[in-house]
């Protein structure tokens, strides 16, 4: 990308004062700005010229996480939208300076996405007709957000790359990468692209496969190996939670009546609790906000590995991963940041893949919140 430096800064400029436009507009919006053509027809052969879904070991530096990524490729979007990692990154970074708390909610975007049906940007689709059998409806959208940012990269795409159509999952796993990123300047890991958008988005199949703050060990990690995704994954998606909040209604049992005996959870350190207990006092309120990472929730960082050997894991959910051994031993390797923080890499790239759709699977959405069939 060196050789792109000059029109590349140009670009920046350009999408810093359109992403400031845009956000101006975004109340206005409606299914007719996707819709200003130049981008509209059948890419199936574009990107259809074979080797992709090779090794791609050698191309990044995350180390130790060569071979398949489930059809995914680094340079995807190469001649079709060069200026594509400097957009999405320049409109998160923009976003994430004014809100600090996006880094969370596209993190949990992405991951939300991958564990149901695969990457494919079900989670973004709205409902249709008031009905209420999306995955959206099935969680809990206080700690999700970001989906206007989406929006907003989708259209910014669509005016400076006019004629590519980039998917949906793709940015979705790039803005994660990129407000996660923010901290640190520089992005984190190589997020492999080439996910097309599927059509199908199921509240009950959310429910089934989204792991519970009330998990323990054995559901976590079954949950985890559907998708090929180990206890090495599960512990270092699990830092996650480093910059996670949750709402007291999902830490009150832990608390007050863990046994049905009006007794607080053993396994919660005693002072720990008790400062839960003062964020969190009866009768419970939704719509107070718990840290999962206590006072470090702004923060990427290894607090959360740390807290956890202290048994200061907020939900049942974290503590449960130091009642396996090898789990248990991670949590204590990852409270060494360098260390987490490849861990990390690693398992976002492999969670980035789950169940993708390439080739002429699925589609390309037109407008991120709609299948394009409803999109009339
Ligand atoms: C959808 O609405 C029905 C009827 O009100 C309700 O029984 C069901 O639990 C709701 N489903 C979700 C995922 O919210
Ligand atoms: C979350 O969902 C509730 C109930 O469906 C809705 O009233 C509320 O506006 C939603 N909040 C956000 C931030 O979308
Ligand atoms: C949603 O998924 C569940 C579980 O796989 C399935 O039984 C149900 O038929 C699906 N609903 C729709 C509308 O496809
Ligand atoms: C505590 O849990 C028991 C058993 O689940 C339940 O019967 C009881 O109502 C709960 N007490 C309170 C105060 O919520
Ligand atoms: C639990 O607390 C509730 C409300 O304070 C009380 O009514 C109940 O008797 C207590 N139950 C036990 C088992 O101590």
Known sequence: ?????????????????????????????????????????????DFNNGGHGGDHGGDFNNGGHGGDHGGLQSDFYRDSCPALENIVQSIVWGRVRKDPTMPAKLLRLHYHDCFVRGCDASILIDPVNGDNTTEKNAIPNRTIGGYDVIDLIKTVLGQFCPGTDVSCADIVALAARD???????????????????????NATEALRDLPSAGSNYATLRNLFARFNLDETDLVALSGAHTIGVTHCPLVFRRLYNFSGKNDTDPALNPDYANKLKEICPPPV???????????????????????????????????ALLTDPEAKSLVESYQDFDTFKKAFAISMVKMGSIGVLTGNQGEIRKNCRVINQNNV
């Open 179 to 201: 407000a996660v990123s923010f901290q640190f300047r520089k992005p984190m890991w190589d997020v492999f692209m080439g996910r097309r958008d599927g059509t199908v988005s």
């Open 1 to 45: 990308m060196k050789y792109l430096r000059a029109s590349v800064t140009i670009f920046v400029l350009l999408v810093s004062l359109l992403a400031v436009v845009g956000e101006e507009d975004k109340p206005k919006k409606s299914k007719g700005d996707f819709n200003h053509g130049g981008h509209g027809g059948d890419h199936g052969g």
């Open 285 to 319: 309120n939704p719509a107070t906000r718990v840290e999962l990472d206590f006072e470090s929730s702004r923060n990427f960082d290894s607090n959360y590995f740390s807290g956890l050997t202290l048994n200061r894991g907020t939900l049942t959910s974290d503590a």
